[in-house]
């Protein structure tokens, strides 16, 4: 790997967005953490290594919200963001105070309340729905010989099993569609309006689902308590729903465009799990660690001086772990360049840094796998001769700060023999 060095890196950045991959590696060759900003303007340490990123992530030295820092007079970088973004200010806690922006012992309290209407025996029930939906958009398919597979399968997958699980109706799923994409987009015109309407739109939503219960995980969450009798109040509520609809749909959707790109582009290992079926269980966690969409995880504060990979970090300062850059690091991984779908992955966790780590490791982290677990294998059954409609080098990346997503996938169905 080169160790040419960027000035003042930011994840940010055309050049790190061109190819993250890229730019992750040469800041990980670097050093393990790196001075740089965030949006050009805040000062951030980039957390490079996976030994490093792994301390970041579980070590509660490191906060999540700037006022857990003792005598910190700082603002808080998503604060700053949001100003920077034009979000108003009214709007801004529901970026900021929700589960990913708190720390113990508020994020102990809603993770707990939340967690008990969002079990892994709830999930799991949900496989022969998500079979369904899977199989009904492929059947869609029939009698095209091209499709966009991320407008026409890993878009509405994950958004109809998301609305779904929290009971919105099928008639406002569009209007979530353009939501989570106006919010993931961070365009100062378009995502202060996006987070503005989800906030309208969940607060409507609530008082229906007051009014008439249904089985379903919001009305779940409106009615859970602990054995204290604390419930969550109107505003975590709308802070969750938002947080869980944004968290389950964008991410799984790409994760599912991105997982497809790399099978398509590695026809070795696509033919090992054609032929062994088994394997797509490390297959779903390969490509997790390869090809998942966030390459960054939200910034943390040091909440005390502390050294880290050899370097002082202050009370208060900004640290962004980047995923990624772990992900790929050598120290961690043999080859971690190499795509193997048999890849055997050592604890903790699942290996890999694609659902984080620590108190906050992605509550959908089960659902997401889950997910690709049944669409892949069933996308590639239907359709084993499933090939890109483009050269892999012409694909559309969105440049987007801190994501690697795809605008478009468009295949070949059913290609002609050779």
């Given amino acids: 790997m080169a160790t040419e060095s960027l000035d003042l890196p930011d994840v940010m950045s055309d050049a790190i967005m061109k190819d993250p991959y890229h730019g992750a590696g040469l800041l990980r060759e670097q050093a393990p953490v790196v001075r740089g900003t965030l949006m050009g303007a805040v000062p951030v340490w980039y957390v490079t290594r996976y030994e490093e990123v792994m301390t970041v992530l579980g070590d509660r030295r490191f906060v999540s919200n700037i006022a ?3 005598g910190s007079q700082g603002e808080d970088a998503r604060t700053q963001m949001a100003e920077r973004l034009g979000v108003p200010p009214e709007d801004y806690p529901y970026l900021a105070n929700g589960l990913l922006g708190q720390d113990a012992p508020d994020h102990s309290r809603l993770r707990k309340l939340v967690m008990r209407g969002f079990t892994v025996r709830r999930i799991t029930e949900l496989r022969p729905r998500l079979e369904e939906i899977a199989e009904s958009l492929i059947d869609a398919f029939d009698g ?8 026409h399968f890993a878009y509405p997958l994950p958004l109809t099993v998301i609305c779904e699980l929290m009971g919105i109706p099928e008639s406002d799923h569009a209007d979530w569609h353009a939501w989570s994409s106006g919010l993931a987009s961070l365009e100062p015109g378009v995502m202060p ?23 379903d995980l919001l009305t779940t969450l409106i009615t859970t308590h602990d054995e204290d009798g604390d419930r969550l109040s109107v505003d975590e509520l709308i802070t969750f729903v938002i947080t869980l609809m944004t968290a389950g749909h964008e991410p799984s959707a790409h994760a599912l465009g991105n997982s497809i790109a790399e099978l398509l582009t590695h026809p070795d290992q696509l033919a090992r799990l054609k032929g ?18 966030t390459q960054v995880s939200v910034p943390r504060y040091a909440a005390v001086d502390i050294e880290l990979g050899g370097v002082r970090i202050r009370a208060g300062d900004v640290v962004q772990p980047m995923l990624t850059a772990g992900n790929y690091d050598p120290r961690r991984y043999t080859d971690p360049e190499r795509f193997d779908v048999g890849r055997r992955m050592k604890a903790p966790g699942h290996g890999h840094l694609g659902f984080g780590h620590g108190p906050h ?8 796998k889950l997910q690709l677990g049944i669409a892949l294998p069933a996308l590639f059954r239907r359709f084993p001769r499933l090939t890109l409609a483009v050269d892999a080098a012409d694909l559309p990346w969105q440049k987007l700060p801190g994501l690697r997503r795809l605008a478009e996938l468009p295949v070949e169905l059913a290609p002609a023999a050779r």
């Avoid at 095209?144 to 407008?151: E, G, W």
């Fill in 276 to 293: 062994e079926s088994a394997l797509w269980q490390t297959a779903v966690e390969e490509l997790v660690r390869r090809c998942g969409p």
């Fill in 361 to 368: 490791y992605c509550l959908g982290a089960y659902l997401a």
């Fill in 193 to 215: 309006h996006a987070l503005h309407d989800m906030v309208v739109g969940v607060r409507e939503l609530i008082e229906r689902r007051r009014n008439s219960p249904a089985e």
């Fill in 68 to 70: 857990s820092v003792s």
């Fill in 144 to 151: 095209s010989s091209q499709v966009d597979l991320i407008a």
